[in-house]
């Protein structure tokens, strides 16, 4: 009986005291606390990943065995690998390496052309608001395997069904703009502002129509960058995939690497960088004036 | 004549947002469609033209029986009806010219649209709709260099190029401002007195409504509460249709003129009510 006093005693004080609390905290004497919600609400998962995280990441540095004396040692060479670059020769084997360049531009123009050209109507089916279920599957289904695979993985397949030269680098190229383009253009298209391409069908429109006054002049500016983008990707890819034996200014430098001939390989580098440059600035530019 | 009959319209999600209507249009009325935000205007309204499907009920427009075409049937029926939207759904890259003619689309091949070959009598006619709104110096301006009010006037030449019988008008004044609105509405039901067209016109402002239209149905959750003449829209009346509110500054007596209306209400923010000396130049748009 004592007992049970003693407890409702303490519960009427805490009682209170707490009301009290509250009174202060309403009379604006103490700030009310707020902190931003943690992303993880419970706090034991939170510190158990963080700690994980942090453990896995050394662990994993840890196994990277790396040998300095041997790095140390291997410094002089690398500079002397470095030296042989200068100076660039441009003239010893400039006929092989403008015959790369051109080769290495058809295939970029042609790869990037074709790829557009087919990624058109897959990524018009790819979109969810201007396609069919099944067609929408479909094309998904198309743009999924086209980007499953990289370039290089690409190009040793084709080089193996094409043989050795630039229609196996076409090939590849054109093959794998359709995953890109087509799936950044489907999803343009999904992001389009539906009242117009309503307004157009709202007119009597055909499907043609609907999609060529009230999708494409949305989609357009991006698309055109996005062609650029494409271009200057495949250019740079032309001479990766030529690495592999699909042709084009890759192949040429493969050769000169090959042939212990680095001031030839050296031009063909800042040959490359050149026209990336160049693509780069005026796909800048055309964008500007695009938008 | 447009006659509507039990159209219902279950969505997806369940949400009934029209419950059996039956509403007659006559040719040449304009009819104000107000009512609270989900009452199910635009859904009637797009069901019309089938850009939203009913689930039930019947949709005639000159005794064509609208809800039984097949597509290419619903394409031909949608060219004699011009919508006006919300916002002005331009589409904003394309220039005025362009955007007017796209209400030819339905009578047109592709190869002629895509190539922007329109026959000259469509380009005369887009000209002449331009001049009539006051817009014509603009033809080859983009849409998204216009201005609301200059955007809605386009929106409205690209649904009367159509040649419609009926107009669908949705919410045309939504992001207009009071001025710029009464400019619109205006506009709207004298171009539908020149050509007899009927018109439904999906409008949130009552006052607007009152001014412009011959008759108002009040939609509330997907049926028809009222339907009559703007001057019987009593308190009473607008509370059925949106719930209990102090109506008095809303409601327009049968002997209000034009001005009345423009007197400055108690619920225009000050620096949106119209100064007294602008009268005459709203008189006429163009």
């Known amino acids: 009986m004592s007992r049970w006093k003693t407890v409702s005693r303490i519960t009427t004080a805490t009682a209170w005291l707490g009301s009290r609390d509250h009174l202060m905290t309403t009379a604006a004497i103490a700030p009310r606390q707020w902190r931003k919600p943690p992303l993880i609400k419970r706090a034991w998962l939170r510190w158990a990943l963080g700690l994980s995280a942090v453990v896995y990441l050394a662990l994993a540095v840890g196994t990277i065995d790396v040998n300095w004396t041997r790095l140390w040692e291997g410094l002089p060479r690398g500079a002397r690998f470095f030296a042989a670059f200068f100076p660039p020769n441009f003239t010893g084997r400039w006929h092989d390496i403008s015959d790369g360049i051109l080769e290495s531009l058809y295939m970029t123009v042609a790869s990037t052309a074709i790829g557009i050209a087919i990624s058109i109507p897959v990524g018009l089916g790819a979109a969810k608001n201007v396609a069919p279920g099944v067609v929408y599957y479909f094309c998904r289904g198309i743009l999924a395997l086209s980007r499953s695979f990289q370039e290089i993985i690409l190009a040793i397949f084709f080089v193996k069904l094409f043989g050795f030269g630039p229609f196996a680098g076409l090939v590849t190229l054109s093959f794998a703009t359709i995953g890109f383009y087509g799936k950044l253009l489907a999803e343009d298209i999904e992001d389009t502002d539906p009242s117009p391409a309503e307004a157009v069908r709202a007119t009597g429109a055909g499907w043609l129509q609907w999609i060529n006054y009230g999708v494409q002049p949305q989609v357009m500016p991006r698309m055109i960058g996005l062609a650029l983008y494409r271009f200057d990707i495949n250019f740079r890819e032309s001479a990766v995939v030529g690495i592999v034996g699909a042709g084009g200014i890759g192949a040429t430098l493969d050769t000169a690497f090959n042939r212990y001939e680095f001031d030839s390989a050296a031009a063909i580098l800042l040959i490359i960088i050149a026209i990336v440059m160049l693509v780069e600035y005026s796909s800048g530019y055309v964008r500007r004036w695009v938008q | ?286």
């Open chain 2, 1 to 286: 004549m447009l006659q509507i009959r039990g159209l219902t319209k279950r969505y997806r999600t369940g949400d009934l947002a029209l419950k059996s209507i039956d509403l007659d249009v006559a040719d040449g009325q304009v009819m104000a469609l107000i009512g609270p935000s989900g009452a199910g205007k635009s859904t009637l309204i797009r069901c019309i033209n089938r850009l939203v499907e009913p689930t039930n009920g019947t949709v005639s427009l000159n005794g064509a029986n609208i809800t039984a075409l097949g597509s290419y049937e619903l394409r031909r029926a949608r060219r004699r009806m011009g919508m006006i939207f919300q916002e002005y759904a331009l589409v904003e890259r394309l220039t005025v010219m362009e955007n007017v003619l796209s209400g030819r689309l339905g009578y047109v091949g592709f190869w002629q649209s895509f190539l922007r070959k329109f026959p000259q009598s469509d380009i005369d006619q887009a000209f002449q709709l331009l001049a009539r709104v006051g817009l014509d110096h603009m033809a080859d301006k983009r849409a998204d260099e216009l201005s609301g009010g200059q955007r809605q006037r386009v929106g409205i030449c690209r649904a009367l190029i159509q040649d419609p019988d009926l107009l669908l008008v949705d919410e045309p004044t939504a992001s207009l401002d009071p001025k710029t609105s009464r400019q619109i509405m205006r506009l709207i039901k004298e171009l539908c007195g020149e050509r007899k067209l009927s018109a439904i016109i999906n409008i949130h402002d009552v006052m607007l409504a009152q001014l412009f239209a011959e008759r108002i149905v009040g939609l509330q959750l997907g049926q028809i509460v009222y339907d009559g003449p703007p001057n019987r829209l009593t308190a009473e009346v607008l509370t059925t249709i949106y719930g209990e509110e102090d109506w008095t500054a809303t409601i327009r007596k049968a002997e209000d003129d034009d001005e009345a209306a423009l007197r400055p209400r108690a619920d225009v923010p000050l620096e949106n009510r119209q100064p007294h000396h602008d009268r005459d130049r709203m008189a006429g748009l163009t």
